[in-house]
Each structure stands twice: as structure tokens, then as C-alpha cells.
């Protein structure tokens, strides 16, 4: 199985401040990296999909790159309702996996 | 509007059994494959496994084999989850999650998730 590492395991973070959480893929994904966005009591909400494009809806402050097998999100400039748990997800093979999560918190 | 949505929260006891439903709406149900996701109470996310909505056939991670079945009433557009004799680690909630096919694929639509909670 595929290994995602995603760090921080958490952060904490003041508004307006730039913001970058990583996932490290034990194997070759080519673009198959999509990220999400998990509030208290919700389900995961897609922001990023293939490595870099943006989903629909989703603030152009989230980004997502690649470099190799390093994949990272940023988030521009931090607002309160970005307080959450993020985790990446690799489907380019089965099964696919997430990362542990990053909890994002205000500082 | 896209929807997925799953049925209310379980209280049940050690042995007994459980059925969830995820109801699909907005699109065509057959043409998008359907997974399920565990999120035992604060950890992460796990990949339960898929059904393939257009034939029924299911596949299970490894961890999912034998104690859960994935079904389908295709002409409700609902896919079901069992669980049977049910352990304390299943304590969780559970997601379905919509599978999208492009040029990569992810998950792009997820149900509100179903609490299920085991306790005798």
C-alpha cells in the first residue's frame, strides 16, 4: 500500500497569515493527490483535486503544488473558517490513503 | 444540486447488526462508484472499500473483509452498507463517498456520515 505522510500533525496559526501543510507519498502518484477540509461533526469537503486544480467553490487562497513526491497545500491568507483538519488522499492505486490529518487551529 | 444522503445515527449492541443507506441525488447513479469511509471517534480517515454502482460488485480493504457487505438498490439510487456482528472498535462514523473519474480521480461528493455507536 501506498504510505501518505502528511505534517504538521497539527498548527496553530494567526489570521492573515500564510499557511503550508505537506504530504509526502511513499511511492510514485503522478497527480493523483487530492486534499480536503474536515469541520467538527461534517464530512471531508474536496478543495483540491489533482495535485493543483482547484475544486468548485473553494477560495482561490488554497492552492496546491507538487515536487516529486511531495505534495503541499497552502492556504494564503488564514481566515477563521479555515479552522479544521485537513487530509490528503492518493487514489493512483488501490487502496487508496490519507494522510493522518493536520489540525489546524487559531493562535 | 449533487447530494448524498445517509441515515440517522445507531445505537446498538456487541453482536448485533446494523444497516446504513446512502441516498444519491443530482446525477445518474450508475455512473459513479461508490465508497465507504470510516472515521473511528478523533482519528483520521479509512478506507473501507468500493461497489461498483452499474454492476453491484463490491471490493473490500483488507481490514473490511467478512463482517461488511455493500449493497445497492440501484432503482432508489441508494447504496447500503452492513455491518454483522458488530465489535466495540466499529464505534464510528461512516461516510460514502462518491468516486469521480478524470484525469485523476478523487472523491468529490460525501454523504453527511452515519454515527454508529456500539455499547451494551
Known amino acids: 500500500d501506498i504510505q501518505m505522510t502528511q505534517s504538521p500533525a497539527s498548527l496553530s496559526a494567526s489570521l492573515e497569515e500564510i499557511v503550508t501543510i505537506t504530504c509526502q507519498a511513499s511511492q510514485d502518484i503522478g497527480n493523483w493527490l487530492a486534499w480536503y477540509q474536515q469541520k467538527p461533526g461534517k464530512s471531508p469537503q474536496l478543495l483540491i483535486y489533482g495535485a493543483t486544480s482547484l475544486a468548485d467553490g473553494v477560495p482561490s487562497r488554497f492552492s496546491g503544488s507538487r515536487s516529486g513526491t511531495q505534495y503541499s497545500l497552502k492556504i494564503s491568507r488564514l481566515q477563521v473558517e479555515d479552522i479544521g483538519i485537513y487530509y490528503c488522499?492518493?487514489?493512483?492505486?488501490?487502496?487508496?490513503?490519507f494522510g493522518g490529518g493536520t489540525k489546524l487551529e487559531l493562535k | 444540486q449533487i447530494q448524498l444522503v445517509q441515515s440517522g445515527p445507531e445505537l446498538k449492541k456487541p453482536g448485533e447488526s446494523v444497516k446504513i443507506s446512502c441516498k444519491a441525488s443530482?446525477?445518474?447513479?450508475?455512473?459513479?462508484?461508490m465508497h465507504w469511509v470510516k472515521q473511528a471517534p478523533g482519528k483520521g480517515l479509512k478506507w473501507m472499500g468500493w461497489?461498483?454502482?452499474?454492476?453491484?460488485?463490491?471490493t473490500y480493504a483488507d481490514d473490511f473483509k467478512g463482517r461488511f457487505v455493500f449493497s445497492l438498490e440501484a432503482s432508489a439510487s441508494t447504496a447500503n452498507l452492513q455491518i454483522s456482528n458488530l465489535k466495540n472498535e466499529d464505534t464510528a462514523t461512516y461516510f460514502c463517498?462518491?468516486?469521480?473519474?478524470?484525469?485523476?480521480?478523487?472523491?468529490?461528493?460525501w454523504g453527511q456520515g452515519v454515527m454508529v455507536t456500539v455499547s451494551s
Open positions: 488522499l492518493q487514489a493512483y492505486s488501490a487502496p487508496p490513503t
Open positions: 461497489i461498483n454502482t452499474y454492476t453491484g460488485k463490491p
Open positions: 463517498a462518491r468516486h469521480n473519474i478524470g484525469t485523476t480521480d478523487y472523491f468529490d461528493y
Open positions: 443530482g446525477y445518474t447513479f450508475t455512473d459513479y462508484a
